[in-house]
């Protein structure tokens, strides 16, 4: 069984940074993406922000992202980042790690839910205006 552990969610006000990680065992995955579950809002509801390919590297990123986040891995791939600067209030929410089994394609519908099989407990991010 996968485990993938979050940590690094704390308070900020809006503009300021946080640095979210995420550990796992080494060689679990073939891709691992954050998404965020807004307040209100169900499990269904998460919305992806980024995903990286532990082979090749590839990153994606939701649009609204771009040039704010970076997503990025530890040369074991036992643990992902997530260095979000520039923060919005409307980045707020409780963002959740999630895995895609380690022998499966990496980056094609990385945005979605279903692709991925192991979640980790999130870690909460609060940003104040």
């Known amino acids: 069984q996968v485990q993938l552990m979050e940590s690094g969610g704390g308070s900020v006000q809006a503009g300021g940074s946080l640095r979210l990680s995420c550990a796992t065992s080494?060689?679990?995955?073939?891709?691992m993406a954050w998404f965020r579950q807004g307040p209100g809002k169900e499990r269904e509801e998460r919305e992806p922000?980024?995903?990286?390919?532990?082979?090749?590297?590839?990153?994606f990123y939701v649009d609204s992202g771009k040039g704010r986040f970076t997503i990025s891995q530890d040369n074991f791939n036992t643990t992902v980042y997530l260095k979000m600067n520039s923060l919005r209030t409307e980045d707020h929410g409780m963002y959740y790690c999630?895995?895609?089994?380690?022998?499966?394609?990496?980056?094609?519908?990385?945005?979605?839910?279903?692709?991925?099989?192991?979640w980790g407990q999130g870690t909460q991010v609060t940003v104040s205006s």
């Open positions: 999630a895995a895609r089994p380690r022998f499966s394609s990496c980056g094609s519908r990385w945005a979605l839910t279903e692709h991925y099989m192991h």
């Open positions: 080494a060689n679990s995955y073939s891709g």
């Open positions: 922000v980024a995903a990286i390919c532990a082979g090749s590297g590839d990153t």
